[in-house]
């Protein structure tokens, strides 16, 4: 930590949270080194108690795509709290519909929606729900893959190459929790694999115990990595055959890469999606929707067959008043707000590489629309044993590191993905191009 960072409000801070919080913070995926306590945002920037300014890409793990502080977002939440309208724990809104209509305009395989307050809510439902419909319990995952916190999906995230093994008692890779206190029960109906690895998505349907197969289209927790040219459609195809529930967990990808989602980009029609994260500009809230019929177990009329939704904050309005928000100007305003993303995601791309093409390491930049991340390999990962055996872990450490010394928050950790907001700008960009050509031949 730099002498700046480390001055006394800042200490205090971390002290307090220290004696009140074990490690400190709430949300352990939040630990960074160093540790910085911001305590505002605005657009493109953030601020820590020194006053310190960032230019911010990592955008609270991707939710922020119109920017911090959204005047349209923002003002629609106050407008909630004027005009009084709270949660009721009984009964409707007229806003739950107006959210629900503006979900399935916008992502056009959406029959009908379920909201939820988070992310792994909507996966756990997406479980749930495949499980009921299905009646089998297998879910099926992929090794660098992130669908929430709940035991069903903790599992093989960013994993040590040689922990990388088949597992002993029967198709995929042997089990990496990220975490513990995951019951045997569960772990014995959990199977994961490589992502762009169609032979062995077979072979674990082929056992006929899979209710889901649960994906990021684009593996955009590990940076980008993106489907091979037939590999989505190939899953779709082995779904079918096999009778498993294709899920989409759109989470990350979804409205940052297009108002449709990435499954409007490469045309593939899941059975059920989840969204969370930009869908309410940085507010919380999740989205679990799809195919009538299966969506229609949350509303059985038989009783055994009803799925259970339900919970005390889903349809609070404070994220659903952002959401409406989101999605209306993500609608009226498509072609500016993606155009401009994609416009400086280009910038970013072709100022990296031309940076990067004069150092004497490898490197590839991979991008998907907003979302970009620079790889210290020579080729474009495929899943994540090729990128952890490629990817140069102490440059990109140094590279992250040495870019937040200079007021450029990327988050520290290696191969985690960039996001560029509609609250960014081309000077931004330049500004970020110019620092990064400036580490060339120093720490890089
Ligand atoms: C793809 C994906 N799915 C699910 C989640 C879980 O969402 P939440 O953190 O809102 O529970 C995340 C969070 O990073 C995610 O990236």
């Known amino acids: 930590m730099s002498e700046t960072t480390e001055s006394t409000a800042t200490e205090r801070y971390l002290e307090r949270n220290r004696r009140f919080i074990p490690g400190g913070l709430f949300s352990m995926n939040r630990r960074t080194d160093p540790m910085i306590v911001f305590e505002r945002a605005q657009g493109a920037y953030m601020w820590d108690v020194e006053g310190r300014r ?10 922020y795509f119109l920017g911090h502080a959204d005047p349209d977002v923002d003002g629609a939440v106050i407008s909630a709290l004027q005009r009084q309208a709270s949660l009721f724990g009984a009964g409707t809104t007229p806003w739950e519909g107006e959210l629900a209509e ?25 479980i749930r729900l495949a499980r009921a419909v299905t009646g089998r319990d297998g879910i099926l995952l992929m090794q660098g893959g992130y669908n929430g916190w709940e ?38 109906n959990v199977y994961v694999v490589q992502f762009n690895d169609l032979d062995a998505v077979e072979t674990v349907l082929k056992t006929g115990r899979i209710a889901a197969l649960m994906l990021e289209p684009v593996l955009q927790n590990i940076g980008v990595v993106k489907p091979l040219p037939g590999y989505l ?26 108002l449709g989602g990435y499954q409007a980009i490469c045309g593939i029609r899941p059975d059920l999606s989840t969204f969370g994260k930009a869908v309410a500009n940085g507010y919380p809230l999740g989205v679990i929707g799809g195919r009538a019929e299966y969506m229609r177990y949350f509303d059985h009329p038989d009783a055994k067959e009803k799925v259970l939704i339900a919970g005390t ?50 490197f590839t930049i991979v991008r998907q629309s907003s979302a970009f991340v620079v790889y210290f390999m020579d080729h474009a990962p495929v899943d994540w044993l090729d990128l952890i055996r490629s990817n140069d872990m102490e440059r990109d450490k140094r590279y992250r590191a040495a870019l937040i010394e200079r007021g450029i928050f990327h988050f520290p950790t290696p191969s985690k993905q960039g996001s560029i907001s509609f609250a960014h700008s081309r000077d931004d960009v330049a500004t970020t191009l110019d620092v990064t050509e400036r580490l060339l031949g120093g720490v890089l």
Do not use: W
């Not at 503006?102 to 997406?126: F, I």
């Not at 009778?243 to 990350?252: A, I, S, Y």
């Open 54 to 63: 960032y230019l911010d890409y990592h955008a609270a793990f991707a939710p």
């Open 102 to 126: 503006l979900l399935v305009q916008s992502v056009p395989t959406l029959d009908v929606v379920q909201v939820t307050n988070t992310g792994s809510e909507a996966t756990a439902y997406a």
């Open 151 to 188: 035991d069903d999906v903790a599992f093989n995230l960013m994993d040590p190459a040689d922990t990388l093994k088949p597992r002993d008692d029967g198709p995929g890779l042997s089990l990496r929790p990220i975490t513990n206190g995951i019951p045997e029960a569960i772990r014995r």
């Open 233 to 258: 459609e190939g899953l779709r195809r082995l779904c079918d055959t096999y009778g498993t529930l294709l899920v989409f967990d759109e989470v990350k990808t979804g409205f940052r890469n297009g």
């Open 313 to 362: 904050y889903n349809g609070h309005p404070v994220p659903v008043f952002a959401a409406i928000a989101t999605l209306k100007k993500l609608r009226d305003r498509h072609d500016e707000i993606y155009g401009h993303v994609d416009d400086l995601g280009r910038m970013m791309e072709e100022g990296l590489r031309a940076i990067f093409a004069k150092a004497d390491y490898p």
